[in-house]
């Protein structure tokens, strides 16, 4: 695609349910980096894909948090039993090579809310 | 110590002003460095990259790296309205597993003033 995409857009969910969360990285993107940002802090890194190597995920806040990248492509962040601190915004970037090197793509992320 | 450190501000300057921003990182192996600016209520977009020492000029923007001091500053000439927003100072940083991820600070907010 154009750009990096993800849904929901937003999500609202009650607290102790699980949530899904999509990420399209662009076209032939490579590396894939998942970051939440929460309201008024930093971009907090939570997981990184690289072509077909394991995941470095050394930013998982919990063992609530899981993720998974299907062929390389699409990639689906998973909050199980959801808690009010896991509100925020998710954003999904996306990178051609390793995105350290030449800077990522960052998608319009997932408004997260736990009520 | 924060990896990446900005002052959070506001930083606000006049229109047609030069704004200077300013960023410090603790990991002397850095290599790349970033500023992205975030509009309230997007995403960040990439707006330069610096990889070595000195000044890289695009446009209205100046991006300048000193290793030595670990210190990275962005400066944006003829200020405009449209410039508010904050910027984020980005740092690559090496993961234990071996790849690379980027290390973000806070942001300064900047705001122009008509």
């Known amino acids: 695609g154009a750009g990096v995409s993800q849904s929901p857009s937003n999500k609202v969910t009650e607290k102790g349910k699980d949530v899904e969360l999509r990420c399209d990285p662009i076209?032939?993107?490579?590396?894939l980096y998942w970051y939440r940002q929460s309201l008024g802090q930093g971009l907090e890194f939570l997981i990184y894909?690289?072509?077909?190597?394991?995941?470095?995920k050394s930013g998982l806040p919990s063992d609530r948090f899981s993720a998974e990248r299907t062929g390389g492509s699409v990639s689906t962040l998973t909050i199980q039993r959801t808690q009010q601190e896991d509100s925020a915004v998710y954003l999904c970037?996306?990178?051609?090579?390793?995105?350290?090197?030449?800077?990522?793509?960052f998608g319009s992320g997932t408004r997260l809310t736990v009520v | 110590q924060k990896e990446v450190e900005q002052n959070s501000g506001p930083l606000s300057v006049p229109e047609g002003a030069i704004a200077s921003l300013n960023c410090t990182y603790s990991?002397?192996?850095?290599?790349?460095f970033f500023w992205y600016r975030q509009y309230s209520g997007k995403s960040p977009e990439l707006i330069m990259s610096?990889?070595?020492?000195g000044d890289k000029e695009d446009g209205r923007f100046t991006a300048q790296l000193n290793k030595a001091s670990q210190y990275v500053s962005l400066l944006i000439r003829d200020s405009q309205p449209s410039d508010s927003a904050t910027y984020l100072c980005?740092?690559?940083?090496?993961?234990?597993?071996?790849?690379?991820?980027?290390?973000f600070g806070t942001g300064t907010q900047l705001k122009v003033e008509l």
């Open positions: 970037a996306s990178s051609l090579v390793e995105g350290s090197i030449y800077g990522y793509t």
């Open positions: 076209s032939g993107h490579t590396a």
């Open positions: 894909f690289q072509g077909n190597s394991a995941p470095d």
């Open positions: 990991d002397r192996g850095s290599q790349s």
């Open positions: 610096i990889y070595s020492n």
């Open positions: 980005a740092v690559n940083m090496i993961l234990t597993g071996g790849g690379n991820k980027l290390t």
